[in-house]
């Protein structure tokens, strides 16, 4: 088991990693604007994934403070 510090140094490299690949994915649709869609829906793939993982851990570890923060996060920008 990880502690906090653990977790938060693996949320920042995460967030550099999306960071970086968000910035890419932008300017490969500005270079090739053909690929647009292919794009957009590998990010929407994603994305849909990483939220049906959050809601299956959700689940797992009877844990909804988690999700519910994510949600409102994603919904309301807070």
Do not use: C
Not at 27 to 54: C, G, T
Not at 67 to 75: A, E, L
């Amino acid at each position: 088991m990880q502690d906090k510090q653990d977790i938060q140094e693996k949320l920042n490299q995460a967030q550099s990693i999306l960071t970086d690949n968000l910035k890419e994915s932008f300017e490969y649709i500005h270079a090739n604007p053909q690929d647009k869609k292919d794009m957009v829906d590998m990010w929407s793939n994603f994305i849909r994934q990483l939220i049906i993982q959050v809601y299956e851990f959700s689940d797992k570890y009877n844990e909804k403070d988690l999700i519910k923060s994510i949600t409102k996060t994603i919904m309301f920008g807070r």
